[in-house]
């Protein structure tokens, strides 16, 4: 069973939390160590704590003061927290409840949350960034949850930056704070939230099973995590997961859980652009990020939101060292012109600017459907793939036999249509096209699919890129 947002269930989060700690309960799941600052007035505590025998360090809402809104010294308070994480190459973990900053203080209230702004990017790509809320998060500080890698909320939390009264004097339409910026919201329509957690001790604990497929920073590899599934074993319930039709759907994931360890996903983002899954997992105890597009989701096409997920993901995993494990089948991405007014061009950009620039291993499994553009930014060979690996139902081309025939013979019967589909389908459309040409590594049996994965991770477990010489990137946004 996969580890699922808490709206979803989440009854196995327990084994696999104490598979990521080795084996062993933690009896308590935070201890403190170290709390600096601790008589500074504000509403934020901050420290470096044990978080499932890892060493983090926490920024926390501790006080009801003035509703909890954070004042200058609140500010400063996050900002050391982000910069001993930097310093000191520990995660950086927040967990926030706050109304806003204090009007009372004026700008200097602006400014303190402006510092911590400032220092919690700085952390961006080098060290983990986790936030959790559990009550509310709003105005100018919620910008932080958008600046963390990943946040987790409880089902009462909410977050926004102007507020159900703004939004009516401006708009004219009176809406709730859940209405406006509930974590049911988030987890669906906005892609903030990426676990929804059912309380504040949940919350921890998700905090440490996400920790547990992370290094502590850049420079270091993720840690290993004990399993006592082989890697050599075989898969056959995977040559039953595509359905003969092409036009049949089936969910990825159960063909994702027989490939990784003890049939485990963390999911993140499940309920926002369903249409492609990113988990965290492991092959052989080693930490992966999959990647996967979702045929019973809008047939695993690819959109704007799909884009952005998939994207932030994958460099994401880049940052901290993951293996990208990508799973193919789609038929392209979504037609609409408002997609294509919103920056559908741009957006899916995003994605094939992602794996270009990762420089971690990455391996490819094309499972059915892999056409034009959406073929390109699903981790192509043209793109810089490491291993790609297809399977026999495996159909790679610009586009499939149907709409192929209908562009090569527009002018010609219904009968001739019909014979050059099935030409196309069975001359141009297989996996072996593209094997022939490099395009595809090994077409393999599904059956084989986690020796084959595992080996490639193996190979390229000692790979090394070196990065170009620049100030940073300017890649589509």
Not at 9 to 35: A, C, D, F, H, Y
Not at 112 to 127: D, F, K, M, T
Not at 336 to 351: F, S, T, V
Not at 381 to 393: E, F, H, Q, R, T
Request: glycine fraction near 8%.
């Amino acid at each position: 069973m996969a580890v699922m947002p808490a709206d979803r269930g989440t009854s196995t989060l327990g084994s696999l939390r104490n598979r990521l700690v080795g084996w062993q309960p933690v009896p308590s799941p935070i201890i403190s160590e170290l709390t600096v600052r601790a008589h500074v007035p504000g509403t934020l505590r901050s420290g470096v704590e044990l978080l499932d025998g890892r060493r983090v360090v926490v920024a926390r809402s501790v006080s009801r003061h003035h509703a909890r809104a954070l004042r200058r010294t609140d500010g400063a308070k996050i900002a050391w927290a982000a910069e001993t994480a930097l310093a000191q190459g520990l995660p950086l973990v927040l967990v926030l409840s706050s109304s806003g900053s204090e009007v009372s203080e004026g700008v200097d209230a602006l400014h303190g949350w402006g510092e911590a702004a400032a220092a919690v990017s700085a952390c961006s790509g080098v060290v983990p960034v986790l936030a959790a809320v559990t009550r509310t998060a709003i105005s100018g500080p919620a910008l932080l949850l958008g600046l963390a890698d990943l946040a987790i909320m409880t089902p009462d939390a909410f977050s926004y930056l102007s507020g159900p009264d703004a939004v009516e004097e401006f708009t004219g339409i009176r809406i709730g704070p859940r209405e406006l910026g509930g974590t049911a919201l988030h987890a669906t329509a906005s892609g903030l939230c990426a676990l929804v957690a059912t309380d504040e001790a949940q919350a921890s604990d998700l905090l440490g099973v996400v920790l547990g497929y992370l290094p502590d920073n850049t420079d270091e590899e993720p840690p290993r995590i004990p399993t006592s599934d082989p890697p050599d074993r075989l898969a056959p319930e995977l040559r039953r997961i595509v359905p003969s039709s092409a036009r049949s759907t089936y969910d990825v994931r159960e063909a994702i859980r027989p490939v990784v360890d003890d049939a485990e996903l963390l999911e993140l983002r499940a309920r926002w652009a369903p249409q492609i899954v990113t988990a965290l997992a492991s092959v052989s105890g080693r930490a992966v990020g999959v990647v996967a597009n979702q045929p019973r989701s809008l047939a695993g096409t690819l959109d704007i939101a799909a884009s952005q997920k998939g994207a932030r993901f994958v460099r994401f995993c880049d940052a901290f060292n993951l293996p990208v494990l990508t799973f193919v089948d789609t038929p392209g991405f979504l037609p609409g012109k408002d997609r294509e007014w919103r920056g559908m061009i741009r957006h899916g950009a995003e994605l094939a600017f992602a794996y270009a620039e990762a420089t971690v291993p990455r391996v490819c499994v094309v499972l059915r459907k892999a056409y034009g553009g959406a073929y390109i930014v699903m981790d192509s060979k043209a793109i810089g793939n490491d291993v790609c690996l297809a399977w026999p139902s495996a159909e790679i081309a610009v586009m499939g036999a149907k709409g192929a025939a209908q562009v090569l013979r527009r002018e010609g019967t219904e009968e001739e249509r019909r014979e050059l589909e099935e030409r196309y389908a069975e001359e141009l459309l297989g996996p072996w096209v593209a094997a022939e040409r490099r395009y595809v590594d090994d077409v393999i049996d599904p059956a084989d699919t986690r020796v084959a994965v595992w080996r490639a991770l193996e190979l390229l477990s000692t790979r090394r890129e070196r990065l170009p010489k620049r100030k940073h990137d300017t890649g589509p946004m």
